[in-house]
Structure formats: structure tokens, C-alpha cells
């Protein structure tokens, strides 16, 4: 939608190719995702956000309905942030007010960064500059703005032959110097793209208290990916021993077999869920405290640690191909639980519970949610029994009903959630306040289905904020 209509003009809005006939103004050129290098010019306004009424309309997660707004004229632009979810920033710092920019300055919406070009005025118009700035903003700015009024003085100019000459001189000299930088501006070859390096060599500190934040992180090689080309490395901490850890992410363009390693300390856990590009997969989940109990290569400290997805096509030990395999993993999140000690009186307590709401889930949402919790509390209660003992076989046998029955739960959550995102994004794209409405409150009902702390009900819940604005 954003790529067709760079073509026309709205609200004062033309593409940079579109832009012959005007020298007054500013561009705005997109750096990231699917939309980069996209640019668009305006005389003086522009709002950027997810929906039709924004100027410039950008399709990610991290953008709101109206997130930022540019306005200013006569070579003079501010930038403010339009009261969005996750923040505008001025060339990495979050804005709290409305602040002047500056030719070459990065504005960040959500997770897109956007580059801001300042096209000078024509040097024709008048030069009478009416923006009301704090002496802060003037320092920023680093141009003293003088209001003037030149009637009578070009006017004498123009009747003096010698000021006539000058005067035509300068126009001419204007002239080729808006052309310059017309052409600087429009040339392909002299974009500014900003590119962060790959960083698969370096290790993220992983800290379970700020796994929010990873909610709005993709990582791999792919466009709006963090680079992480052959390897995402996340170190973590285990306080103690018994303490289960459990790795949780979202994958997608994993296509081909035995594409992505996830490995512990170094060693196979296992490979990564095949995921197809138009098929992204949410909420996989690897038991690693389980792991390292039943394979002896697989060793989990107290300590430091360090879990790995390694993309064996890019990887230089393992390379295929060109080794340019896109990949992406999200939604990650490590969660360590102290295991408590065995209890078989209330596991069972616990399981007869899990099962009443597991029958029971279709009557009410929040039976999914009770069902999942309840046999989550059953696995770690019998964790540390002696379950092959011959007298605990009934408990043994509740273990891997549990286990096997949290597959099936996280499955229809899974696709609960997926339809869930599309009528979100649906709804991005339309103004019908009635429609919203409904959609909103359907949301906020589907989100009782998930536990407080799953990575798919927080993702919902910031969605149903942004759909609050």
C-alpha cells in the first residue's frame, strides 16, 4: 500500500521523483524492513504511523496508530512523538518534547529508523520565518532565525543597475545550488542507509527481570532483523542447583532440514522447529533442566550459561550454499524456576484439578489458562520423586499425561493466538470505530485464555493497547 501511493501527492505528501517542480521542504527516506529506502517529501507536515491517515504508512509491531509527527515550513522542522506505545527517538535519544531537526538527522519510530532531509527554501519566497522556538532549541538548531522585511530594500536594489546585476547573480547562484542538492537528494547511489554490523560473535546478557523487551526483538538475517547471520548466543544465569530452565521462542523462514542448532554450554539440545516463511511459529519450548537430566554430553551450571541458535547454512564451521540463509527467531525468553521438593499428595491434588478445567476448557477462557498452570505445577512437583519405582508407577504415569497434555494446550493456544495477530492487523487497516470496538473487546477476551506470564498473552496485551490510542 505504502509503495503505491509514494507516487501521488496527499496532504502536502510527494515521492522524491515527483519533486521537480518544488525546492521547499523536507524527505523523510525509511532505513528498515520491507520499506527501506522508500522516500517520501513534504512542503511542511507529515505524520507517520500504522494506519490509512498518516502520510507515511509503516507496517510493523512497533508502530502506532499515529506514532510521530514532522511539521515546521520555510526550512525550519520540528519533530514531536503523537503519544505512541513504544517512543519516538531523535538520533537514540527519546523524545520528551517537540525538538528542532537537523539535515541528516535519524527519527526512530518504534523499531524503524527514518532519515530526515531538510530541502532549503526557494530562495523567491518569502524569507520571513515565524516559528516560535526556546532559546535550547536555537542552540540545537545552530542558526540564529532573523524575521525580516525586504520590500523597500529590493525594491531599491532592483532600480540600482548595479544591485539589479547582484541580485540576478544570486538567483542564479541559488539556483544551481538547489539543483545540487536536488540531485544529491534523488541520486540512488547517495542515500544514507545506516547498517549495523552482524553481530553473531556477540553474546547478550540475558536478564529474566527485562524479558519484556525481547518482545519487540527479532534476530537473525532478515529484513527488520537484529543481524545475527549464523548465531544468536544469549548468556543466562542459574542460581542454584534444581532449578529448571525453560527456553521459550518464535521462529520463522526455517525451511530446510536441520537448518538451526540450539545448543547448551556448546552441546546439541536439539535442532530449531521447521517454520516456513509464511508460517511463522509461536511458542516453542525446550525443556533444558530435562535435557541436561537425560542426556550426560548436555551439562547445565549453576552459574553462567550460554544457549545458542546457530544457522548450520550460514555458519562458517558448517556453511552451505552462499551462506546467506535467511533466518529469524522472537519472542524469546528464558524462565528459571526453583524446583520445589517432592510432593505426591498434592501433584495429585493438582492433577485432578488440571484435568476438570483441561475438559472443561471450551465453557470458559479461563480454564485454559488454570488447566496449563495446574500441570505446570504437577511436572515440578514430581520432578525430584523417585518415579521409577515400581510404588510410584500411578504418579509416573501422571507425569507424562501432564506432559503430553501441556503439548496439546500450547497447540490450540498457538492457534488461538495466530488468529488473534490477523484480526489485529486487519483491523490496523480501518477506521470503522464500531469494528474496532468489537475486535478490541474479542481480544481482550481470548487474552483470559493465556497465563500471566506467557510471552503470546503480553504480545496481545500491547496490541490491545496500541488498538486503546
Not at 529506502?37 to 509491531?61: H, M, P, Q
Not at 520571513?128 to 542558526?143: A, G
Amino acid at each position: 500500500m505504502a509503495q503505491q501511493r509514494r507516487h501521488h501527492n496527499r496532504s502536502g505528501r510527494s515521492s522524491a521523483k515527483g519533486r521537480k517542480d518544488s525546492a521547499t521542504g523536507f524527505m523523510l527516506t525509511i532505513q528498515d524492513g520491507r520499506q527501506r529506502g522508500e522516500e517520501y517529501f513534504f512542503e511542511s507536515d507529515a505524520t507517520v504511523g500504522r494506519t490509512d491517515e498518516n502520510s507515511i504508512i509503516l507496517i510493523d509491531d512497533s508502530i502506532s496508530r499515529r506514532h510521530s509527527h514532522v511539521f515546521g515550513k520555510r526550512g525550519v522542522f520540528m519533530v514531536e512523538d503523537a503519544g505512541s506505545s513504544n517512543g519516538t527517538r531523535l538520533n537514540g535519544k527519546i523524545l520528551g518534547q517537540p525538538e528542532v531537526l537537523k539535515d541528516g538527522d535519524y527519527i526512530t519510530c518504534g523499531t524503524v529508523n527514518l532519515m530526515f532531509t531538510n530541502i532549503e527554501a526557494d530562495a523567491a519566497g518569502d524569507p520571513t520565518v515565524v516559528i516560535s522556538l526556546t532559546d535550547k532549541q536555537k542552540e540545537k538548531l545552530d542558526t540564529e532565525i532573523v524575521q525580516l522585511s525586504l520590500g523597500d530594500k529590493v525594491a531599491q536594489m532592483w532600480g540600482n543597475p548595479r544591485g539589479r546585476l547582484m541580485m540576478m547573480a544570486s538567483a542564479i547562484l541559488v539556483a544551481l545550488l538547489l539543483g545540487g542538492l536536488l540531485l544529491k537528494v534523488i541520486a540512488p547511489k547517495k542515500s544514507k542507509v545506516k547498517v549495523i554490523p552482524d553481530q553473531s560473535e556477540f553474546a547478550i546478557d540475558y536478564r529474566e527481570a527485562n524479558w519484556g523487551s525481547f518482545l519487540e526483538n527479532f534476530f537473525g538475517q532478515c529484513s527488520g532483523c537484529m543481524p545475527h547471520k549464523s548465531s544468536l548466543k544469549l548468556v543466562f544465569q542459574v542460581a542454584a542447583p534444581d532449578t529448571r530452565v525453560v527456553l521459550s521462542y518464535a521462529a520463522g523462514m526455517i525451511e530446510k532440514d536441520k537448518e538451526v542448532d540450539i545448543l547448551l554450554n556448546g552441546a546439541r539440545v536439539r535442532y530449531a522447529e521447521w517454520a516456513p516463511p509464511n508460517q511463522p511459529k509461536y511458542n516453542f519450548m525446550v525443556d533444558l533442566y530435562r535435557a541436561a537430566k537425560q542426556n550426560p554430553k548436555i551439562k547445565l551450571n549453576v552459574g553462567e550459561n550460554t544457549i545458542e541458535f546457530r544457522n548450520l547454512y550460514n555458519h562458517p564451521d558448517t556453511r552451505q550454499g552462499d551462506g546467506n540463509e535467511e533466518w529469524v527467531v522472537f519472542y524469546v525468553r528464558i524462565k528459571t524456576t526453583q524446583l520445589p521438593k517432592p510432593n505426591l499428595e498434592k501433584a495429585s491434588e493438582d492433577y485432578s484439578l488440571a484435568k476438570q478445567r483441561f475438559e472443561q476448557r471450551e465453557l470458559n477462557p479461563t480454564n485454559y489458562r488454570e488447566a496449563l498452570i495446574k500441570f505446570y505445577r504437577v511436572i515440578d512437583l514430581l520432578e525430584l520423586a523417585e518415579l521409577e519405582k515400581p510404588e510410584n508407577g500411578q504418579f509416573n504415569a501422571m507425569y507424562k499425561d501432564s506432559s503430553r497434555t501441556i503439548g496439546i494446550l500450547n497447540r490450540e493456544l498457538d492457534h488461538l493466538f495466530e488468529i488473534s495477530l490477523g484480526k489485529a492487523q486487519e483491523l490496523a487497516r480501518t477506521d470503522d470505530v464500531k469494528e474496532m470496538k468489537r475486535t478490541k473487546l474479542d481480544l481482550q477476551e481470548k487474552v483470559e485464555n493465556f497465563p500471566p506470564e506467557d510471552p503470546r498473552r503480553q504480545k496481545l496485551e500491547l496490541i490491545i493497547r496500541d488498538l486503546s490510542e
